[in-house]
């Protein structure tokens, strides 16, 4: 790191926990977020000005005055661009210094196969179980820890899966996946904005604890959120030893999906 980078991230570089080895894991780091929505946008903002080196963003939807009211890294200016080019930019205010891919369709299977392969640690800041469930069967497959964070209404929901250690639960042993699932989206149900940044912040803490081995993560643990009551719920699981995703017979096989974000 150069000087300006020594100013930029000294309040990490002053945490005894943190320093400058764990600054420059950041640094060198691969993050693929999936969703530029709600939860995406707080994830993205402090994930950039933090120092991650490289953010692929995927989001293929445009912005709607409606996404204005809990996805802050988009502007009235924004309109109608499509989202992750439009938070792209909004990076670029923050970190210059930073490498941000904006993805702008929606990922098949294949794709998501594609672009997590590259990367150290995936975000899931979409709002729909097909895109959940399609992007955790690419993590497990391919070994890379996940972020998963979900709200609606006023309910939250975060946890972690990190499938380096082949111990580590994954999204289907907490949800398995039920055909003809009923899906809950912003759009109809509504959604408390500053709950969204308040997941979203979590999971670029979480994945900053991933790629740097500072403090404990949630893997095993689902913290969920009543921001009616503003109360804390801490639930532990474990992998499931029969998973059709992660167990030793893999029965649910790749599907191509698309997504929505919060």
Sequence with gaps: MNDEDLLRYSRHILLNEFGIEAQSKLTDAKVLVVGAGGLGSAALLYLASAGVGHITIADGDAVDLTNLQRQIIHREQSLGRNKAESAAQGIAQINSTIRVEPVCERLTAGMLAQHIAKMD??????????????????????????????????????????????????????????????????????????????????????????????????????????????????????????????????????????????
């Design 121 to 262: 640690v995936v975000l899931d800041c979409s709002d729909n179980f097909l895109t959940r469930h399609a992007i955790n069967q690419a993590c497990v497959r391919l070994h890379k820890p996940l972020v998963s964070g979900a709200g609606i209404r006023f309910d939250g929901q975060i946890t972690s899966f990190d499938f380096r250690d082949a111990c580590s639960p994954c999204y289907h042993c907490l949800f398995p996946e039920q055909s003809g699932a009923e899906e809950e989206r912003c759009a109809i149900m509504g959604v408390f904005a500053p709950l969204v940044g308040i997941i979203g912040a979590m999971q670029a803490a979480e994945a900053i604890r991933l790629l740097t081995g500072v403090g404990e993560t949630l893997v095993g643990r689902l913290l969920m959120l009543d921001a009616l009551a503003m109360n804390w719920q801490s639930v532990r699981f474990r992998r499931d030893e029969e998973c059709a995703v992660c167990g030793p017979i893999h029965s649910v096989s790749e599907k191509e999906h698309e997504y929505a974000t919060p």
